[in-house]
Structure formats: C-alpha cells, structure tokens
C-alpha cells in the first residue's frame, strides 16, 4: 500500500488493508513478547514527501529519547528545551506542533521466535494522533487515534536470517488544532481533549508514541482478547465465564467481526480448507489465587477452525473470594492463565487479571421527574451501595510515570473514595492506573473522550469504531471498571452524535454486556451543580437528584507547589489584585501564575474569593494566608456536601467531586497539586467520607442575632450502628472570641437525627459549630465543623430575606473575616514524635505517628501539619482540623519522596530518609511548634 504524505491541515488518508481497523492484540508472558524500547526522535518540515524521508532516514538530526512520553518533555528530557512547566517555558515548545515528527528505533527478533512461531504482531499501544509506520523500509500501515493501533503483522521477519536487525520508522503529526479552546468545537480527532490545547492547559497541541511498542509472537493458531465475566449464586458459590477468540496464524481480524448490512462471516464453510479437516486443539484454563495456587482449572477440546471463532467456557468456584470496593472488603484478585494447543504442542498462552465482582444499576428512590430518565442505584455483588466518588483528570500532560499514579491513587483510597470517574475530556487510562485500582478497590467510571458540547460532526466514524472496540477489549477484564460512559457534559441526542453514541453502544453490548453503559454524564438524573457562594443550596436545590457527579470548589496550590514553577520574585508578589475591581490587571503582575490559571475569568474569579474573604483578610499582602483562605473555602464545600449527601434523608446514591488533580501545574479546583502534595480540600473529602462523617446543617449560612436556627446533625447511612448505639453525639457552639456558647449532647442513629434550636446571640459575627461522636471511654470516632456567619445588626432585613430566597451570584458577608479575630485568643500546642519513621528502602516511602495536643485554655482552630523541605511531600491521617483544650490526638503522618509525585524534582539516590525534626504543627491561634 502506498502510504499518504502526512499534511497538517488535514487527517491521514486511510486505504483499505492499512491498519485503520486493526484489532487489540492481547498482553503475553516475557517468552512471546519483547518491548520495542529504544527510539531515537527527529523532525521535519509538515511539508515534506514522508515517503522520501522515509527511505532516507540518516539525512535528519536523530536525538535518543525516552519512551513513553509526548514529544516536549522527551525534548526536555535530551537537554534540547527548557522545563516545560517552569514559568512560562511552555510557549518554548509551541514551534513543534507545527513540525513532522520521526521515531526510529531498530530491534532482533528473538532467536527462539524462528521456527515454533507462526505470528509476529507489531503492535502500538498508543500513538498521538496521527502516524505512518514504515518496517525495513517498506510502508506498513497509516493510522489515526490516541488511544491504541496500529497492530501490524510482520510475520515475514520470522522467516528472515536469525540476528538480523530490522528498522521501523514512525512519522507521527499532532493533533489538535485548537479543538476544546472553544466550547462547541466540531470533533475531528479521537485523542483526549485535555491533549489539545484545551481551555484549561498552555496551548500545546501533544504528540508522540506515548504508550508502550510490543512485538508479539504466536504458533499456528494464537488466543486474543479474552472476555469474562462474574456470576455470585445464593448458595455462596460463584463461576467465572471465560469467552475468548481463536484464530489461525495467517487470520488478522478487523472491524468485520461486526456483522453488518445483513451479512454473516463468513461466507463459506471455516472448517476446511483444500479439501482436509480442521485440526483439533485443546484450551486448558486455569484460576490462580493471589498465592500462585490452583482454584480451579477447565480443558476444553476445541476444533480449530481455518479462521475466526470465539470459544466459551466457565470455571466454577465453591468458596470463591469477591473483589469488593475500598471500604467495603477485601479487592480480592485471581489470575486466569489460557493455554492453546494443536496437535500436542502449545501454540499460544496469556494471562488476564479476574475478579468475583457484580455491579449493576437500578432505579434510586429518588422521584422519576422527567420521561427520560436513568437507573442511578449502585449495586456491588447483590448489595445496594451509596458511592463514595472523585473526578479524575490526566495526571499529567507529557509524561505518566506510574509513581506518580501509586501516590495519588494511594491518597484516593485513603481519604475513603470507593468510585473514580475517568473524565470525558482525558485519557482513556492507561493498563497501570487499572491495575493499581485493581489492587486498591477503587471502581472506575470511564468516558470515553467525547467532552463539553462536543459536535461528532466531523468525527471519521471509522477511526472512532477501531478506537472504541480497542480500549473497549484492552479494559473489559479488571474488575475495578464498572461503568462505561458516553463522555462529558454532551448531549448523546444530537442528530450528528447519535452515529458515535451508536458505535459506543453497540460495542459495550456485544463486547461487554454485563456492564452498564451511560451515554453522558450528566444525563437524566445525575446533576452537575456548581454552588459555591452558599453551601446550604446544594441541599435545598439537590435533595432528591439521583446523583451529584459533580461539583467542587475552585483553589490555588500550596505555595510551596507554586514555588516549584514560579520566580521568586512573582512568588512574593502580593495577589490582592486578584480582589480588586479589575482583576485582569492580575495579569500583568503575575504573568506566570495567569499563564497557569486554568479558566482565568470574571465569572469565576469572584466565587473564590467570596468563600476565601470569610476565612481571612485578603488585603494582607501575605500569600500564604491568600492562598490557605482560598483552600479553607474549598474544603469547607467539600466536606459539606460530601456529608450532607450521605445521610438517608437524601435521594442520592453517589457524590462524585470535581476534581482530585490536574495534568498540568494549574491554578483551578483541585484536592491535590499537581506536585502531589493534598489541599485542605483533600482533607475536606476525607472527613465527608469517613467512616462516620457528621453532617452539620443550618438553613442558612447567614444567619441574624436574635433568630432560632434549627441545627441538624446527621451522619451517613452507612455508619456502623452499634458505634452510633454506644456513642454520645456532643455539640458545641464557639463565637469568634472562643467563648462557649452552647454545650449539649444527644443520641444519634443512621435514620434518626437530633435537631438543636439555636439562637443567634447578638453582637457576635461568626458561630463555629463543631459536632462530636465520642465512644465509650471517651474514644474519638467522628468530628466536623461548620462556621456560620452572622451578619451585621445594620444588615437590611430586605436583603437578608432575598438572598435566602434563591442562590446568589456572592455571598452575604460579614464586616471582618473570621482569621484575624480568631488569633486574639492564642493558645499553645504540643508535638511528640512516638516513633522515627519507618518505610521501604525500595519506595522511599516513610512513615510515623505523632501526637498532637492542645495544651492552652481555648480551642485551637485549624491546626495544621508544617514541613519545609520540599524534596519529601507529606500528607495526614487528617489536617486543618480542631482540637479542644487538653484534647490530644495520634495521627500517622506519610512522606513520599517528590520524584514519585512530581514533574519537577529529581530522584535521590537510595537511603534517603525524612528528617523529622523538621516536622512541626501550627494554628490560626497558635505558633508553629517543631517536632
């Protein structure tokens, strides 16, 4: 086939036989798969005749690069550019997505692959976006899409001298051209939209072999792309069925496997060929325990037929182990291993991950208000769940390191997420975040990367198909995935996406039916409110939605994260200017912190700042406290909502916040930086989903002196009742000068919630609400605080009652945030270390417990952890939390190297631990106290 030149302004010319429609070629042991991992990269004009360069690939400058990775953090990385996420050092790097790119890389194949293989695959895991491939020289395939192909046969070279080398030669051109800078923007690319040039990110349009190159080797007939899938009987048993593909050597399957226009593949009869009978073979299955031993096995005889067919077979298990979400059991796994052989000789063999695990998707209590209208009631392994869940964005933009995945999807699991929606506008994530998720009891939603008001009208459906089916048989097998979704805050109705809906659809069905496929999320039912001036509107407005898949509050990293890509100079600068009438003049003081704002506007500037002026002067010219009021404001939405929305009185049956990081060291709602280090927004989540998580809910946050509010503690629905039996529910009511002004204790149960009337003292400006459940010997189960502003005595009663009626664009505010009162009444605290820290030489990764006490006459409020040394990053059991006086606590504190967590810091070298004395806790009304 002739291979198209690659033009910029358009999608690769695609002929048939070219590897458009290549199938997923399944994972193999180290004996029949080898890693294509050294590349060198190169560039060319856009213009250029590929083929030409292609036979003459010494004329261009070759630079060795590392794999797996887009091509301007490998420029980076071979001492070519400059950081990339330093200041603005990203317009450095806009030059290339107006370039050719070239990979060339030279590889053997194996010795022992010469005579007992009859199948050798190239396979590309993942190019971005568009590619042409050569072998030797000779064109080989063209492709389109992100997210997995092409797949070449090259089982010629097995027929070639032992040693040789061969040479295969990649043109790879971005892809993006502005796609997602808009809303509406007309879909042409199948690549994550986060990936070009979206709204959100610097303008880099990504491209590059961004995914792993294999070589795979397989005998006369070969195994692909098994499908299994669960089945939990009353009696306890359960089976495991098991449906994959056989094909013979010379068979390479594409989109065909669909029937289509009423045809039936295929035509004539698979069993013979030239007149002789089809070989027999025999499939043998076994179930591995997480030990290696044997839990049951299954050997099949299977007639081999000269082309495609898929074989069935199920493995029973008497006291089968289930894989359950985090929290709620262990994630078991087995492996399944399948062997194939033909005449007595083993032709192929390859394992896949399996999970005893059902999910499924039934109607929620919640009232059907609309004719179109979706089943939200999670159902894990015959149980009803409420779904404690996060939003997920790409980790990073250039390069996915899976250090960085083990730490935040680490953070996910403690701060008690059971669910993690994979975006719409990201990847379709990559093999090891589903493994660790496997590991981690973490259940995954995934979009597919359609995103905000996408219009599929210009969307080669062809390329859309290969993609699907692809990432479709790559994921189906981890238990950790159950739900598939259409993609993000689009509408699926839309005549020019109904086509791509379908195709998405049909795929999930025939490929994966046991899973449910939702077309959009949002769709009916599920609500993605953004309410941050007021935090009692969610409940009010949003009691009966089925499920809130997303909402959040915006924030800034830590500065210690901003320092990272910041001058020092604009580090200091004060960000007061931010609250000022013209906030676009931020710009010109704070060119590199604007450069990383993600959605830098009027519109959602103000929401910030309204939430962050309740904590803390903003006009104080000191960053940090700029920056912790802002988190403060996120936080305080986080863990609201998270707790309001768990208890029984409430229809939902999941929360799913937006957004645990992003790909790029932004300025924008987020719980962890993109360094890795967690926001008091993380904390939030953490308290909201703890095991027992008070809600604390006032009808207003503005309140009057003088009125009754009715105080409601609640907690979840799935809090252990016999804590809840054993324990005593303790409110406490502080004002602004600690002063106590409210003492009472109660019962509380998972369907029964104690109501306190409160009245508003006069003359005092805020009340900080904190509830308790405390066990039996005084045991600390369970704790939140809620702060309630009160407004002026002068406040117009008009106006009071208007901003009550409906949600406001702002928040009613007091004269005086709440910071600068609380510090007039200091107290002390006390740190003691229990043990040295304790971790893996392997990881680096370190632990220890320390106990933090209140040793003064008044609450200390937000007490938080304090860490200077930025090559570790910490995080907590919790942080900005409360403590009353002589109250102690024992948390275990985590340091993780930076290298694992971060795009900036380089690795040290093994042995290095934290030093503890550097640890120290502090409060808004006490000194920083060192360990």
């Known amino acids: 086939m002739s291979v198209a030149r690659l033009d910029p302004a358009e999608t690769l010319e695609l002929e048939a036989g070219s590897a458009l429609q290549s199938m997923y070629v399944s994972p193999r042991g180290s004996g029949r798969q080898l890693e294509v991992e050294r590349w060198e990269l190169a560039f060319t004009d856009a213009d250029v005749d590929a083929d030409a360069v292609a036979a003459n690939p010494g004329q261009l400058d070759w630079h060795q690069v590392q794999t797996g990775a887009m091509i301007q953090w490998q420029w980076y990385q071979a001492g070519l550019g400059p950081h990339p996420y330093e200041g603005r050092n990203s317009n450095a790097y806009l030059w290339m997505q107006g370039k050719?790119?070239?990979?060339?890389?030279?590889?053997?194949?194996?010795?022992?692959?010469?005579?007992?293989?009859?199948?050798?695959?190239?396979?590309?895991?993942?190019?971005?976006?568009?590619?042409?491939?050569?072998?030797?020289?000779?064109?080989?395939?063209?492709?389109?899409?992100?997210?997995?192909?092409?797949?070449?046969?090259?089982?010629?070279?097995?027929?070639?001298?032992?040693?040789?080398?061969?040479?295969?030669?990649?043109?790879?051109?971005?892809?993006?051209?502005?796609?997602?800078?808009?809303?509406?923007?007309?879909?042409k690319l199948v690549k994550a939209e986060t990936y070009s040039r979206w709204i959100n990110n610097p303008d880099l349009m990504t491209a590059g072999i961004w995914r792993p190159v294999r070589l795979v080797a397989t005998g006369d007939f070969r195994l692909e792309r098994p499908m299994l899938s669960s089945t939990i009987r009353h009696d306890g048993t359960a089976s495991?069925?098991?449906?994959?593909?056989?094909?013979?050597?010379?068979?390479?399957?594409?989109?065909?496997?669909?029937?289509?226009?009423?045809?039936?593949?295929?035509?004539?009869?698979?069993?013979?060929?030239?007149?002789?009978?089809?070989?027999?073979?025999?499939?043998?299955?076994?179930?591995?325990?997480?030990?290696?031993?044997?839990?049951?096995?299954?050997?099949?005889?299977?007639?081999?037929?000269?082309?495609?067919?898929?074989?069935?077979?199920?493995?029973?298990?008497?006291?089968?182990?289930?894989?359950?979400?985090?929290?709620?059991?262990?994630?078991?796994?087995?492996?399944?291993?399948?062997?194939?052989?033909?005449?007595?000789?083993?032709?192929?063999?390859?394992?896949?991950?399996?999970?005893?695990?059902?999910?499924?998707?039934?109607?929620?209590?919640?009232?059907?208000?609309?004719?179109?209208?979706?089943d939200w009631q999670c159902e894990v392994n015959g149980e009803e769940q409420f779904l404690r869940g996060m939003n997920w964005m790409p980790l990073d933009l250039l390069s996915l390191v899976p250090e960085k995945y083990e730490h935040f999807l680490r953070l996910a699991k403690d701060a008690g997420v059971q669910l993690v929606r994979v975006w719409g506008g990201g990847l379709m994530e990559t093999d090891g975040f589903y493994e660790l998720c496997d590991s981690l009891g973490l259940m995954v939603w995934q979009d597919f990367p359609l995103n905000t008001d996408y219009d599929c009208a210009g969307l080669d459906l062809e390329v859309w198909e290969q993609q699907v089916v692809w990432s479709v048989a790559r994921l189906q097998n981890h238990p950790s995935l159950v739900v598939w979704c259409g993609g993000n805050e689009f509408n699926p109705y839309l005549p020019t996406n109904a086509a791509a809906v379908g195709i998405m659809e049909r795929t999930v069905k025939d490929l994966d039916p046991g899973r449910p496929f939702v077309r959009s999320c949002s769709d009916a039912g599920d609500v993605h409110p953004y309410l941050e001036f007021d935090t009692s509107w969610y409940l009010k407005l949003y009691r009966r939605a089925p499920a809130l898949t997303e909402w959040g509050g915006h924030s800034i990293p830590s500065m210690e994260s901003l320092g990272a890509f910041m001058p020092e100079a604009e580090l200091v600068r004060?960000?007061?200017?931010?609250?000022?009438?013209?906030?676009?003049?931020?710009?010109?003081?704070?060119?590199?912190?604007?450069?990383?704002?993600?959605?830098?506007?009027?519109?959602?500037?103000?929401?910030?700042?309204?939430?962050?002026?309740?904590?803390?002067?903003?006009?104080?010219?000191?960053?940090?406290?700029f920056v912790e009021a802002v988190q403060l404001g996120a936080a305080e939405i986080y863990e609201t909502v998270a707790a309001d929305f768990r208890a029984s009185d409430v229809d939902a049956t999941m929360v799913m916040p937006w957004v645990f990081s992003r790909p790029w060291p932004s300025v924008g709602m987020q719980v962890i930086d993109h360094c890795g280090r967690p926001t008091p927004g993380y904390y939030g989540i953490r308290r909201g989903y703890a095991p027992i998580a008070l809600a604390i809910r006032s009808p207003h946050e503005a309140l009057a002196g003088g009125e009754v509010v009715p105080l409601q503690i609640a907690v979840n629905r799935d809090a252990?009742?016999?804590?809840?039996?054993?324990?005593?529910?303790?409110?406490?009511?502080?004002?602004?000068?600690?002063?106590?002004?409210?003492?009472?204790?109660?019962?509380?149960?998972?369907?029964?919630?104690?109501?306190?009337?409160?009245?508003?003292?006069?003359?005092?400006?805020?009340?900080?609400?904190?509830?308790?459940?405390?066990?039996?010997?005084?045991?600390?189960?369970?704790?939140?605080?809620?702060?309630?502003?009160?407004?002026?005595?002068?406040?117009?009663?008009a106006l009071l009652a208007e901003y009550r009626i409906a949600p406001a664009p702002t928040a009613l505010h007091n004269e005086s945030p709440l910071r600068p009162l609380v510090e007039q009444h200091p107290t002390d605290l006390g740190l003691e270390l229990l043990a040295q820290p304790e971790g893996s030489a392997t990881t680096g990764i370190f632990t220890l417990e320390a106990a933090v006490t209140n040793r003064g006459a008044v609450p200390a409020a937000f007490v938080r952890w304090t860490w200077a040394d930025t090559e570790w990053i910490l995080d907590a059991q919790d942080d900005y939390f409360w403590l009353e006086p002589g109250e102690s606590r024992t948390l275990t504190v985590t340091f993780t190297p930076a290298h694992r967590t971060s795009s900036f810091a380089e690795a040290r070298g093994s042995g290095t631990r934290p030093d503890p004395s550097g640890l120290g806790v502090a409060a808004w009304n006490a000194g920083q106290r060192q360990a």
Not at 102 to 111: Q, S
Not at 288 to 303: F, I, P, Q, W
Not at 601 to 619: T, V
Not at 746 to 761: D, G, K, M, T
């Open 720 to 797: 252990d009742e016999e804590t809840l039996r054993n324990g005593a529910l303790r409110l406490r009511v502080y004002d602004e000068n600690m002063v106590l002004r409210r003492h009472e204790d109660a019962s509380i149960s998972r369907s029964q919630f104690p109501v306190f009337e409160l009245q508003v003292p006069h003359g005092v400006r805020y009340l900080m609400v904190v509830a308790d459940l405390v066990g039996e010997a005084g045991h600390h189960e369970a704790r939140s605080m809620r702060i309630l502003r009160v407004v002026p005595a002068s406040t117009d009663p």
């Open 574 to 625: 004060p960000m007061d200017l931010l609250d000022s009438s013209e906030p676009d003049r931020f710009q010109e003081s704070h060119p590199t912190l604007h450069h990383h704002w993600a959605e830098f506007n009027p519109g959602r500037i103000p929401r910030m700042l309204d939430r962050a002026r309740i904590f803390d002067d903003l006009s104080l010219g000191e960053n940090t406290r």
């Open 100 to 187: 050719l790119w070239w990979f060339k890389a030279v590889f053997e194949v194996p010795a022992a692959w010469h005579g007992p293989m009859a199948r050798l695959d190239l396979v590309f895991d993942g190019v971005d976006h568009d590619a042409a491939v050569w072998v030797d020289g000779l064109p080989a395939a063209a492709h389109s899409g992100a997210f997995g192909g092409p797949a070449l046969d090259i089982s010629h070279l097995l027929d070639a001298p032992q040693g040789v080398s061969h040479e295969v030669i990649v043109a790879v051109k971005p892809g993006g051209s502005g796609q997602g800078k808009e809303h509406g923007t007309t879909g």
């Open 240 to 374: 495991i069925e098991v449906e994959v593909e056989v094909l013979r050597a010379d068979v390479s399957p594409d989109l065909a496997f669909v029937p289509r226009y009423g045809q039936f593949p295929p035509l004539d009869d698979p069993r013979v060929k030239d007149g002789t009978q089809a070989p027999s073979g025999v499939l043998r299955a076994e179930l591995l325990d997480a030990d290696g031993l044997v839990v049951a096995t299954r050997k099949l005889d299977v007639e081999l037929l000269r082309g495609h067919q898929w074989v069935r077979l199920s493995l029973e298990l008497d006291t089968p182990r289930l894989w359950w979400p985090n929290g709620l059991g262990d994630p078991h796994l087995y492996e399944l291993r399948l062997s194939l052989e033909c005449d007595g000789a083993r032709t192929d063999e390859l394992a896949t991950v399996a999970g005893v695990r059902t999910f499924a998707m039934k109607r929620s209590p919640a009232p059907r208000t609309a004719e179109h209208w979706l």
